[in-house]
């Protein structure tokens, strides 16, 4: 039961089977995620908690999947990117009700998939260095804060013109 249980938080329901691009199927789960609660006038704080949720769980699930076999980082775990995904709209959470909100969206998601593929710096050492369930979900933290930040720099100078 638990082994099925965890490659359902693993995998998010399965989305992390797909084919091709199991990455980016799971960044767009986070996306209807994060409209809804908004929508439902959740806080940022709110999100950023259910975010922390996932994590743990993500971390939990991660570890029963990788615990015996090789690959540390399958393509199937796909929790991690709806964690990140989800981070990189801590930052803009207020503007989420704008006009320009889905070009926010778009750019959350842009820059959380550009920072988890070309991973610089603490993404790239928890990708290359830290080989277990920890690794797997903080790589992906640390994509979504530095896409929050590049989101939110943005749109600050955006919003200033």
């Not at 570890?63 to 990117?81: F, L, M, R, T």
């Not at 550009?114 to 369930?133: Q, S, T, W």
């Not at 896409?147 to 943005?154: C, E, H, I, R, S």
Request: charged share 10%; aromatic share 14%; with cysteine.
């Amino acid at each position: 039961m638990m082994q099925i249980l965890s490659r359902l938080i693993a995998t998010v329901f399965g989305v992390g089977y797909a084919p091709k691009a199991s990455g980016t199927f799971g960044s767009l789960v986070a996306l209807p995620i994060v409209w809804l609660l908004h929508y439902y006038h959740a806080d940022a704080y709110t999100m950023l908690a259910l975010a922390i949720i996932i994590f743990f769980a993500g971390v939990w699930a991660t570890h029963k999947i990788i615990a015996n076999q090789k690959d540390k980082d399958p393509s199937i775990v796909v929790v991690d990117e709806v964690v990140g995904q989800m981070i990189s709209f801590g930052l803009v959470w207020s503007h989420l009700g704008a006009p320009f909100a889905p070009a926010l969206y778009l750019c959350a998601f842009a820059l959380f998939r550009l920072f988890d593929i070309f991973k610089i710096g603490p993404v790239k050492f928890f990708d290359r260095k830290v080989h277990n369930a920890w690794g797997v979900m903080l790589d992906d933290v640390f994509a979504g804060i530095i896409a929050a930040a590049v989101l939110y720099l943005g749109l600050t100078a955006i919003l200033a013109l």
